[in-house]
């Protein structure tokens, strides 16, 4: 079975200025261990089918299962609880809680979980060692840097083992070395077995995936899959290069 | 989220803006501080006016003789001995609801045992006395009804004229000198303390009503059975003001006196007396009442205010929340939790401040500080109920959230 099943799904929008389509007919599978970019120009469709994904909206009409289970048919609480276990957000201007040190934002999730504290500490230092920023766990966001903050919010959405990684344009705010960081992160976590989806407007992030979905005017234009850039070539030459 | 979650991060958020949390407490903080300076100060005066009723006696009016006219001169009250021990007790016999009629003399002297004396009052009075103004006889006994008939040389003394002659010894048996008549101390009075207008009553000597008139106070005693004044005691409170007209009647009656003439007597309500004093803290305690109301009101507004604000600016982290799984509820919790908490914290610094001016006030005017555990109580969880009430409608606007639209918010 499938990890994410999506028949026929429709989104309409009833705006003042009237109906939209947003996403019209989509029907798409995707794997548990994939890593897949979700690419198109904005008003495409891609951030609507992300929404839907990330059980964060309802479709108008179709059919949406994720782990068996039809997301349309959830309430707002049902809903909450799925984001809550198979979801893992990452946005593109990272949203860290400015009054919580990294270890305290990685816990947030945890905390709807209903996990004791303990436990939940002992969690969010192990995705905060999985990230690579273990010694980092006391600082607030304000004291790190973009690319380190984006760590720690790839920490707290991998922190409840949820089901698969929905990065919306994970690098859009960082520099090109930290990017490619950053995707080098997602990989080596895709290796490691996490489902990774990425929704995105840049060819240059999308290279770095096996399975390419392409957006336009709310339908799927083509769905292709490809030798992915490994991003660790990237950084090593860029090491190399300092070296030299 | 459990609650002890949500509290913690309520004052984390709180403390993220402690100036403003600080300013919007400000009125609860003065609401709760009213409430508590209120209850009180009002408890206090309560207490101060029925101390006072308990030590003058209860349901008493006074009548003094006075007022008569002579060649054209009004002489006051007191004047004249227009009262006598008849008319004591006709009123007992006749005025309805009337427990005890006390009739009495009353003067200055000096008094004297072995080589001490002492400048105090003397009361000459009867049997009713005690039961008028609620007064017993703490060591020894009181009167019995044939020395008050014969007129005996017999005394009772209070606490002040005891510590003044005798110090440490025991004064009953002893000769009491007064005016050079020895009076025998057959008992000694229970303490009284001060009266409303902070006498001390307990500077006392009572003497049976008739050697009161021939030995110690004399003057103006002329008739045989003419008293200074008659204490009244009433059954209740209710008997008070029909009673004072009945006897106002009677002894108008008594003493034949025409539709033209003045009334040679005056009757005085000493309860009224103490409760006029008592009314003035009441008023205050009602003020602060209104001040207490509008600020818990405005405060918590001012509540709703500023968690509408906060509100707007966390959407971001709203948003957040609802996408790495808080249900709305958890939301509505949490901003309901924070303006609980914001309430209450006013509440506990109104609490303070208010035990401290309940303090401040009760030392200033000599009044016993009642400040009740339950005003606390109530208080705190008062101006906690303010934080839900005035928290809901933000916190709802907060847990109504779509999550898309939150974190798209800048």
């Given at each position: ?10 989104r ?15 029907s798409?599978d995707i794997?548990d261990g994939e ?22 909206d309802?479709?108008?009409?179709g ?20 984001r809550n ?17 990294a270890l ?15 436990r ?20 607030r ?5 973009g ?9 707290r ?8 990684l ?7 705010a ?26 995105t407007h ?22 292709l899959r ?11 030459a860029?090491?190399?290069e300092?070296a030299? | 989220?459990?609650v ?13 803006n ?12 003065i ?7 209120m209850?009180?100060i009002?408890?206090?005066?309560r207490d101060l006016?029925?101390r006072q009723i308990?030590?003058l ?6 009548v ?13 009250a007191?004047a ?9 007790a006709?009123i007992?016999?006749e005025i ?21 004396n ?10 009713d ?10 060591q ?14 017999v005394?009772l ?7 003044r002659?005798?110090?440490d010894?025991d004064p009953?048996g002893?000769?009491l000198r007064?005016k050079?008549?020895p009076f ?24 049976p009503?008739?050697?009161?008139k021939?030995?110690v ?18 059954a ?6 029909p009673?004072i ?6 002894l ?11 009334d ?7 309860t ?5 004093a ?5 008023t205050l305690?009602l003020l602060?009442a ?7 009101l ?5 509540i709703?205010n500023i ?10 982290e709203i948003g957040?929340?609802?996408a790495?799984?808080?249900r709305p509820?958890?939301?509505?919790a949490?901003f309901l ?7 209450a ?11 401290g001016?309940?303090?401040?006030v ?16 109530v208080?705190v ?5 303010v ?6 409608y933000?916190?709802?606007r ?13």
């Amino acid at each position: 079975m499938a990890l994410i099943a999506i028949r026929d799904l429709t989104r309409i929008y009833e705006l003042d200025a009237g109906r939209v389509v947003a996403l019209d007919r989509v029907s798409l599978d995707i794997e548990d261990g994939e890593l897949i970019a979700v690419m198109g120009p904005s008003g495409s469709g891609k951030s609507t089918l992300m929404n839907l994904i990330g059980c964060l909206d309802r479709p108008t009409t179709g059919a949406y299962r994720l782990r068996g289970v039809a997301v349309e048919t959830l309430s707002a609480n049902g809903l909450a609880a799925l984001r809550n276990r198979e979801i893992g957000f990452v946005f593109q201007q990272f949203n860290l809680l400015p009054r919580m040190d990294a270890l305290g934002n990685v816990e947030l999730p945890m905390v709807y979980a209903g996990i004791d504290r303990r436990r939940r500490r002992e969690k969010a230092l192990a995705a905060l060692g999985r990230v690579g920023l273990a010694e980092r766990a006391h600082h607030r966001p304000m004291q790190l840097s973009g690319g380190q903050q984006q760590r720690v919010a790839i920490a707290r959405a991998l922190v409840n083992a949820p089901s698969l990684l929905l990065a919306d344009e994970p690098t859009g705010a960082l520099d090109s070395r930290t990017a490619i960081d950053i995707l080098a992160l997602f990989q080596e976590l895709n290796r490691e077995g996490v489902t990774v989806v990425l929704v995105t407007h840049d060819a240059d992030v999308a290279r770095h995936a096996r399975r390419v979905v392409r957006f336009r005017d709310g339908r799927i234009v083509d769905d292709l899959r490809q030798a992915p850039l490994d991003a660790r070539d990237a950084v090593h030459a860029r090491i190399a290069e300092a070296a030299e | 989220m459990r609650v002890t979650e949500a509290v913690r991060a309520a004052l984390s958020a709180i403390g993220a803006n402690a100036l403003r949390s600080l300013l919007t407490m400000l009125g609860i903080v003065i609401g709760v501080a009213a409430v508590i300076a209120m209850v009180a100060i009002g408890s206090g005066a309560r207490d101060l006016v029925d101390r006072q009723i308990r030590s003058l006696g209860a349901n008493l009016v006074v009548v003094t003789a006075g007022n008569v006219t002579q060649g054209g001169a009004r002489l006051g009250a007191g004047a004249a001995s227009t009262l006598t021990d008849e008319d004591a007790a006709a009123i007992k016999r006749e005025i309805e609801g009337v427990v005890a009629a006390a009739p009495f003399v009353q003067g200055r002297a000096q008094v004297v045992w072995g080589g001490n004396n002492w400048n105090t009052t003397v009361f000459g009075v009867d049997l009713d006395w005690s039961v008028a103004r609620e007064w017993e006889v703490e060591q020894g006994r009181s009167f019995d009804p044939e020395e008050l008939r014969r007129g005996e040389i017999v005394a009772l003394v209070g606490r002040t004229v005891v510590q003044r002659l005798f110090g440490d010894e025991d004064p009953l048996g002893e000769t009491l000198r007064v005016k050079n008549v020895p009076f025998r101390i057959i008992g000694v009075m229970a303490p009284k303390g001060q009266s409303a207008i902070g006498q001390d009553q307990d500077d006392v000597v009572f003497v049976p009503l008739d050697a009161g008139k021939r030995r110690v106070v004399g003057r103006n005693f002329a008739k045989d059975r003419s008293v200074g004044a008659i204490f009244v005691k009433f059954a209740s409170e209710d008997d008070i003001l029909p009673g004072i007209e009945r006897i106002s009647g009677l002894l108008r009656q008594r003493h034949r006196l025409g539709v033209d003439r003045e009334d040679d007597f005056a009757i005085r309500n000493l309860t009224e007396l103490v409760n006029t004093a008592g009314a003035a803290a009441r008023t205050l305690s009602l003020l602060l009442a209104a001040v207490a109301g509008v600020s818990l009101l405005v405060g918590g507004i001012g509540i709703m205010n500023i968690m509408l604000v906060s509100v707007t600016e966390r959407t971001r982290e709203i948003g957040l929340r609802l996408a790495v799984g808080a249900r709305p509820r958890d939301i509505l919790a949490q901003f309901l939790i924070e303006a609980t908490t914001l309430a209450a914290m006013g509440g506990a610094i109104g609490v303070a401040v208010g035990v401290g001016a309940a303090l401040a006030v009760a030392r200033m005017a000599g009044w016993p500080s009642l400040v009740a555990p339950e005003a606390i109580a109530v208080a705190v969880l008062f101006s906690g109920l303010v934080g839900v009430f005035f928290g809901f409608y933000p916190a709802q606007r907060a847990a109504r959230m779509d999550p898309i639209e939150a974190l798209r918010r800048e």
